[in-house]
């Protein structure tokens, strides 16, 4: 079975989908209307922006969305028995099987890249790679710290994100060092994503996934904070919702795919980040890009 992942913030690059847009109408046609969409003309940073350029929360988001699903959309040979995306990826999963339009998960992208932003300034936060040690010591180590910080991203065994207030993770590195981590490293983002302190944006983003059209998907999508196959619309919106508060299971969204039947795992959007934390996953797997 196929299973088609798509990734999350921190996958751009300059030059992004120019190949794309230059050797197909259908690409070119998707890009142009999202240019519309947005209010701004985001082909220009796509193709032409510097590296700093794409990394502003506004542009990096729906950029990833877009190279992801117009990848996915002209591709001949799509056809998926189930999707899952890492975080923002999601979002893109959620258009390439159908559940939602172009247009409304584009807007809701860009919503969401907003929201987040906002959120990122009321609290000004961070988040840190920690690798090398079990989850669950991990987690231990994070609730036995008076500062806001929570396990993030479970991006594969042994390497766990964490999420929190400047001081939360500056201690909770110290402690994993302690406790004999590998790495404790701290990421350069803009705030403590997949944490209490976003709740804010999930504020923000619930009001516009409420007034967003969801339609029956063509496979199940696997969710980031339910870890398993969701084709219910009630369920699929009510974890949408939940997801930039809770953390990004993606080692165990994997592990169910795996168990579901899936053999081989297609990334579709730039890079190659999520085929090498499947191969950590399940080596069995076969993995490959669009």
């Excluded at 939602?100 to 988040?127: H, W, Y």
């Excluded at 619309?233 to 508060?245: C, D, P, S, V, Y």
Aim: charged letters at 20%; a negative charge.
């Amino acid at each position: 079975m196929k299973a088609y992942v798509f990734p999350g913030q921190g996958a751009q690059f300059p030059g992004m989908a120019k190949d794309l847009y230059e050797s197909s109408s259908k690409a070119k046609s998707l890009l142009d209307s999202a240019n519309d969409i947005l209010g701004f003309n985001i082909t220009d940073i796509m193709f032409n922006g510097t590296a700093e350029e794409l990394k502003e929360t506004k542009v990096t988001q729906p950029a990833i969305f877009l190279h992801s699903v117009v990848l996915a959309s002209i591709s001949d040979s799509f056809a998926p028995d189930m999707v899952a995306g890492h975080s923002l990826g999601e979002f893109s999963a959620l258009v390439a099987n159908g559940t939602l339009a172009f247009e409304d998960g584009l807007k809701l992208v860009s919503q969401r890249a907003q929201a987040m932003q906002k959120a990122c300034e009321i609290n000004p936060s961070t988040m840190a790679a920690i690798l090398g040690l079990e989850d669950q010591v991990v987690e231990d180590l994070c609730a036995g710290i008076d500062e806001v910080v929570v396990a993030a991203n479970y991006n594969c065994p042994g390497q766990l994100v964490i999420s929190g207030s400047h001081k939360g993770i500056e201690l909770a590195c110290e402690a994993a060092k302690e406790a004999g981590a590998r790495r404790a490293l701290p990421l350069p983002v803009g705030g403590a994503f997949h944490s209490p302190l976003m709740e804010p944006a999930r504020v923000e983003l619930e009001a516009a996934i409420d007034a967003t059209v969801f339609s029956p998907g063509s496979c199940p999508v696997y969710q980031n904070v339910s870890a398993k196959a969701e084709t219910n619309l009630e369920i699929i919106k009510a974890n949408l919702k939940t997801q930039l508060t809770a953390p990004v299971r993606w080692t165990q969204s994997v592990q169910a795919m795996v168990a579901d039947g899936a053999t081989d795992f297609i990334e579709s959007g730039p890079g190659k980040v999520l085929q090498g934390l499947v191969k950590k996953i399940h080596r069995e797997a076969e993995v490959s890009s669009i």
